[in-house]
């Protein structure tokens, strides 16, 4: 009897604390930036939306994209993330960290609030709305507010991979605006540097070219598994396609310069969502943007836009030349180190 009290006191506590942290969540309004309140809790763990309502059935599609009879329900809610998928083996993920809180709200992964991507061994990049104020628009968040998170593909578990990282120093683009959504890119320099663990964290480089419409990119992320809808736990990956940028302009107007447009032309419920901001968009193996905003998620008709890491080349190497020259030295070294070791691994057999 005490044990069901306990239960029934438990569920009706956390019902309260996810409406009170909705009301300070934004919600995906029209043209704007995804998480610009980093200060309130962007990623509610659970949406208390029915599983059998009109707005997740709207949504529905996992038999017509995975080709799988008699789907259920819990399979289209566990795998339906905002069209995405989870490949078998996730080569990606290791390249993506997780922004969150000083603190967790109540347990290890429920204060995320964006992502980021790893350029270097101190340095991710992200976008700026993730490391700005809401209310300025332009005041930096502090970075002893802010943890990175990286080495897992799993947000809500801790393993003997993942690597908790404070941050030094928060640098925002200088020509950030809130209001257009314009330079929304920024740079979180590590008190520390990650340690790279073949598998499960890694360098990304950037693009060195300018992204061309036609290429097929992946974007990595937290992000909601449908408009306003629950977070997952494992990271989820989503294949897009970088559009022309007249193409982009009929649908998001108008386009800041330095942005780049993109969606999947075969199914427009694949898209980012609340909590991928920040996250990376590769194509091709590099680093080609940042999830910035959109109109919704997973609106037919609309795209995602994604803030160009090539247009802002010339700004990150300004922020963080000597950290990226850091990595690039230390790499090679590790490198050479390797395959000074295969070497003498080969002499030791042909010698026995």
């Known amino acids: 009897m005490y044990s069901s009290k306990f239960f029934v006191s438990i569920l009706l506590l956390l019902q309260f604390s996810i409406k009170w942290n909705n009301a300070n969540t934004d919600n995906r309004t029209d043209d704007k930036a995804y998480d610009v309140d ?79 991507a790893i350029i270097s061994l101190k340095l991710i990049l992200t976008a700026a709305h993730c490391i700005v104020k809401l209310k300025t628009g332009s005041t930096k968040k502090r970075a002893h507010d802010i943890r990175v998170v990286a080495g897992t593909e799993r947000r809500l578990v801790r393993t003997d991979n993942t690597q908790i990282l404070a941050v030094e120093k928060v640098i925002p683009h200088s020509k950030y605006t809130s209001s257009k959504v314009a330079n929304d890119i920024g740079i979180l320099k590590l008190k520390d540097e990650i340690k790279l663990n073949e598998g499960f964290v890694a360098i ?46 009929d649908v998001v107007p108008p386009l800041p310069k330095g942005t780049i447009c993109a969606n999947n032309q075969n199914d427009y419920e694949i898209d980012s969502c609340q909590g991928d901001s920040g996250g990376p968009m590769f194509c091709n193996n590099k680093l080609v943007g940042l999830v910035s905003y959109g109109s919704g998620c997973g609106r037919p008709g609309q795209m995602g836009v994604y803030s160009d890491v090539y ?42």
């Open 38 to 116: 980093t200060d309130a809790k962007d990623m509610p763990l659970v949406k208390l939306i029915p599983l059998n309502s009109t707005f997740i059935t709207d949504y529905r599609s996992l038999e017509r994209r995975r080709g799988k009879q008699n789907a259920t329900e819990d399979d289209d809610f566990e795998f339906l993330i905002t069209g995405g998928y989870r490949p078998q083996t996730n080569l990606l993920v290791r390249y993506a960290v997780s922004l969150r809180s000083k603190r967790e709200f109540m347990f290890f992964g429920d204060d995320h609030f964006c992502g980021g």
């Open 204 to 249: 990304i480089p950037m693009a060195d070219t300018p992204p061309k419409p036609g290429t097929k990119c992946t974007i990595v992320g937290w992000g909601s598994i449908i408009e306003s809808g629950p977070a997952p736990d494992a990271v989820l990956n989503a294949d897009v396609t970088i559009r022309d940028e007249a193409d982009c302009t």
């Open 311 to 352: 247009y802002h080349r010339d700004w990150i190497l300004g922020n963080s030349a000597s950290s990226i020259r850091r990595s690039s030295s230390t790499i090679a070294i590790d490198t050479l180190m390797l395959l000074h070791l295969t070497l003498i691994k080969l002499a030791i057999n042909v010698v026995v």
